[in-house]
């Protein structure tokens, strides 16, 4: 069978196809669909986890119990998973296990743009990585075999543009495997006695891998100019702008095939290194004492492009221009008509606090106008942080430090850091943002929305429960579209002497389906004085329109469209200006 499939799409048959029995994951852009397509086919158990820790220990479970495993993260994610996966290249396998890991070139979402080849090295495995949706099939099963050939776990390596790029892909029927279970207290109980035979053997391994790279890589002759070593999408982009060059394709990128790469130095008069990020594949082969052309010409920030290749080293700018086509506005992510995020942060924003955010949907918070989040460092970071000031000034800041964390985010890391809190006698204010989904990366389920990831109802995590169990002593609930309650209730949380915690009772207004009232707010322009109180909200919904109408300097409007009848802005006009219209 033969479908149009993007690299996500392609990579879960790859999974199932493999005859993989479990798959766990957390949610996180550019990975978040394999897991959604992967539930498609019940032969494997799929299921979203607390966090990546957890996920790729549940893979680890599979892979001991002799069955086949995956566990699935964006590249940030495998800094939380680090623990087992290091540890992992030691006991290695029973049944074959992978880890992928979607790298984020540019940016697209997430707060760093580290490059994930890194753990490959210093973890001691292979990693393998496609360079089309066709190759993240084909690559994904062949990543399982190398697991059980060499007993080690392997690292799948994709990017944005890999995961999200559609190309045609050939599939193929599922293959079931599978091994006794065996008690081999030798392989898995990394004490050090025993870690200390493993390592041995997994310096072994590497040198098995290496000479198994140079006979999987081979060189794509074809003119002898240039040679040009590149791994992942920037093979594609390398043979868009050098067609006749001859070109070492890494599908497996670690071990570096040594004997493969000295063969096509040798038989070219410029090599090229074509890589995104950073100068991994490049420092190695100067290593080797090769000399070839890399990142001091090609960036090292940002996603590669054939136009970028193509400036960095032929200086020719082949950016596609339309003539007389204007140049776009830039569009900003913001927080969605409706969003019940808008109205605490909004609250937060008049008073003089220091604001300790997360990772999430909120984070947009930070930019005007609302301009209400201080910080955004990691998953967790904001409970942690809050504790931390308030520690280092010695409660000066008393009442003015609040940390704000969304209901998924809070279960992936935030537990023990409001442990902490209580723990250490911290005086924090704690807000959850539970809008009950993982609304950054597209609606998934979590253990706070009584729902797995197929769907079937399960326990569903009572937030309020959990921080009075751990010694929260208030623990208030609160309604982010009344700024009447959200207002009192973060005045008594900011008054209290000791650890607190707030939390929004309205959900994600796209998650399961848009949720709209039955009513939209309407901007009567004849009572509207133009005091610009409601721009302040940065709702989409809610334009300013220049030159206003009559005398007036500009027009304000709501959208009929946009708007979800949340209200927030009807009770900040202090002229009646807005008002409800049924819908």
Same mark, same amino acid.
């Given at each position: 069978?033969?479908?149009?499939?993007?690299?996500?799409?392609?990579?879960?048959?790859?999974?199932?196809?493999?005859?993989?029995?479990?798959?766990?994951?957390?949610?996180?852009?550019?990975?978040?669909?394999?897991?959604?397509?992967?539930?498609?086919?019940?032969?494997?158990?799929?299921?979203?986890?607390?966090?990546?820790?957890?996920?790729?220990?549940?893979?680890?479970?599979?892979?001991?119990?002799?069955?086949?495993?995956?566990?699935?993260?964006?590249?940030?994610?495998?800094?939380?998973?680090?623990?087992?996966?290091?540890?992992?290249?030691?006991?290695?396998?029973?049944?074959?296990?992978?880890?992928?890991?979607?790298?984020?070139?540019?940016?697209?979402?997430?707060?760093?743009?580290?490059?994930?080849?890194?753990?490959?090295?210093?973890?001691?495995?292979?990693?393998?990585?496609?360079?089309?949706?066709?190759?993240?099939?084909?690559?994904?099963?062949?990543?399982?075999?190398?697991?059980?050939?060499?007993?080690?776990?392997?690292?799948?390596?994709?990017?944005?543009?890999?995961?999200?790029?559609?190309?045609?892909?050939?599939?193929?029927?599922?293959?079931?495997?599978?091994?006794?279970?065996?008690?081999?207290?030798?392989?898995?109980?990394?004490?050090?006695?025993?870690?200390?035979?493993?390592?041995?053997?997994?310096?072994?391994?590497?040198?098995?891998?290496?000479?198994?790279?140079?006979?999987?890589?081979?060189?794509?002759?074809?003119?002898?100019?240039?040679?040009?070593?590149?791994?992942?999408?920037?093979?594609?982009?390398?043979?868009?702008?050098?067609?006749?060059?001859?070109?070492?394709?890494?599908? #497996?990128?670690?071990?570096? %095939? @040594?004997?493969?790469?000295?063969? +096509?130095?040798?038989?070219? &008069? $410029?090599?090229? /290194?074509?890589?995104?990020?950073?100068?991994?594949?490049?420092?190695?082969?100067?290593?080797?004492?090769?000399?070839?052309?890399?990142?001091?010409?090609?960036?090292? #920030?940002?996603?590669?492009? %054939? @136009?970028?290749?193509?400036?960095? +080293?032929?200086?020719?700018? &082949? $950016?596609?221009? /339309?003539?007389?086509?204007?140049?776009?506005?830039?569009?900003?992510?913001?927080?969605?008509?409706?969003?019940?995020?808008?109205?605490?942060?909004?609250?937060?924003?008049?008073?003089?606090?220091?604001?300790?955010?997360?990772?999430?949907?909120?984070?947009?918070?930070?930019?005007?106008?609302?301009?209400?989040?201080?910080?955004?460092?990691?998953?967790?970071?904001?409970?942690?942080?809050?504790?931390?000031?308030?520690?280092?000034?010695?409660?000066?800041?008393?009442?003015?430090?609040?940390?704000?964390?969304?209901?998924?985010?809070?279960?992936?890391?935030?537990?023990?850091?409001?442990?902490?809190?209580?723990?250490?006698?911290?005086?924090?204010?704690?807000?959850?943002?539970?809008?009950?989904?993982?609304?950054?990366?597209?609606?998934?389920?979590?253990?706070?929305?009584?729902?797995?990831?197929?769907?079937?109802?399960?326990?569903?995590?009572?937030?309020?429960?959990?921080?009075?169990?751990?010694?929260?002593?208030?623990?208030?609930?609160?309604?982010?579209?009344?700024?009447?309650?959200?207002?009192?209730?973060?005045?008594?949380?900011?008054?209290?002497?000791?650890?607190?915690?707030?939390?929004?009772?309205?959900?994600?207004?796209?998650?399961?389906?848009?949720?709209?009232?039955?009513?939209?707010?309407?901007?009567?322009?004849?009572?509207?004085?133009?005091?610009?109180?409601?721009?302040?909200?940065?709702?989409?919904?809610?334009?300013?329109?220049?030159?206003?109408?009559?005398?007036?300097?500009?027009?304000?409007?709501?959208?009929?469209?946009?708007?979800?009848?949340?209200?927030?802005?009807?009770?900040?006009?202090?002229?009646?200006?807005?008002?409800?219209?049924?819908?």
């Amino acid at each position: 069978m033969r479908k149009l499939l993007s690299g996500n799409e392609a990579i879960a048959e790859g999974i199932f196809e493999a005859g993989v029995r479990v798959a766990a994951g957390y949610p996180g852009t550019p990975s978040s669909e394999v897991l959604m397509n992967l539930i498609a086919h019940p032969e494997v158990h799929s299921e979203w986890c607390p966090n990546e820790k957890v996920a790729l220990e549940v893979a680890f479970g599979a892979s001991v119990a002799g069955c086949r495993g995956v566990a699935l993260m964006k590249h940030v994610g495998l800094n939380v998973a680090a623990d087992p996966f290091f540890t992992f290249s030691y006991t290695g396998v029973g049944g074959g296990c992978v880890v992928l890991t979607a790298d984020d070139p540019g940016m697209h979402s997430s707060q760093n743009e580290q490059d994930n080849r890194h753990y490959a090295r210093a973890a001691k495995v292979p990693m393998l990585e496609p360079t089309d949706s066709q190759e993240a099939h084909d690559l994904m099963a062949k990543a399982f075999d190398i697991s059980e050939r060499f007993d080690t776990p392997v690292l799948f390596r994709t990017t944005t543009r890999i995961a999200h790029s559609k190309t045609p892909c050939t599939l193929g029927t599922r293959t079931e495997h599978g091994r006794p279970v065996e008690h081999q207290r030798a392989k898995y109980v990394m004490v050090p006695g025993n870690a200390k035979v493993r390592h041995r053997l997994v310096e072994e391994r590497m040198l098995a891998l290496k000479r198994f790279s140079d006979e999987m890589n081979q060189v794509e002759w074809r003119g002898k100019e240039v040679g040009i070593i590149a791994d992942g999408v920037a093979y594609q982009y390398a043979r868009e702008v050098f067609p006749d060059a001859s070109v070492l394709k890494l599908a #497996m990128s670690h071990p570096l %095939p @040594e004997a493969r790469i000295r063969e +096509l130095a040798a038989g070219v &008069k $410029a090599l090229y /290194v074509i890589e995104e990020l950073d100068p991994f594949i490049e420092e190695q082969v100067k290593a080797m004492g090769i000399a070839c052309v890399g990142k001091d010409r090609i960036p090292i #920030m940002g996603e590669l492009s %054939p @136009e970028v290749i193509a400036k960095a +080293l032929l200086g020719i700018d &082949k $950016a596609r221009k /339309v003539e007389g086509l204007p140049e776009l506005p830039p569009r900003p992510p913001v927080l969605c008509p409706g969003c019940p995020h808008r109205g605490i942060f909004h609250a937060m924003a008049k008073r003089d606090l220091f604001v300790y955010g997360d990772i999430g949907c909120y984070t947009l918070s930070s930019a005007p106008p609302l301009a209400a989040m201080d910080t955004c460092l990691c998953m967790g970071a904001s409970i942690g942080g809050a504790h931390g000031m308030d520690k280092a000034l010695r409660g000066e800041y008393k009442g003015r430090v609040v940390g704000v964390i969304g209901d998924s985010t809070f279960i992936h890391s935030g537990i023990t850091g409001l442990l902490n809190v209580v723990y250490n006698r911290g005086i924090s204010t704690i807000v959850i943002v539970d809008n009950r989904t993982t609304a950054m990366t597209g609606g998934q389920n979590h253990p706070g929305t009584g729902y797995t990831l197929g769907g079937e109802p399960t326990f569903r995590l009572d937030f309020e429960v959990l921080a009075k169990a751990i010694g929260v002593a208030l623990v208030q609930r609160f309604d982010p579209y009344d700024l009447k309650d959200t207002n009192e209730a973060l005045d008594r949380a900011l008054a209290f002497d000791g650890p607190n915690v707030l939390i929004t009772t309205r959900p994600c207004v796209l998650a399961p389906a848009r949720v709209v009232g039955d009513h939209t707010d309407h901007i009567d322009r004849d009572v509207c004085k133009r005091c610009g109180t409601c721009l302040k909200l940065g709702c989409p919904a809610i334009s300013k329109t220049e030159p206003g109408t009559g005398d007036k300097k500009f027009d304000v409007a709501i959208s009929e469209d946009l708007c979800v009848g949340c209200d927030l802005c009807l009770q900040l006009c202090r002229f009646d200006a807005i008002r409800r219209q049924q819908r």
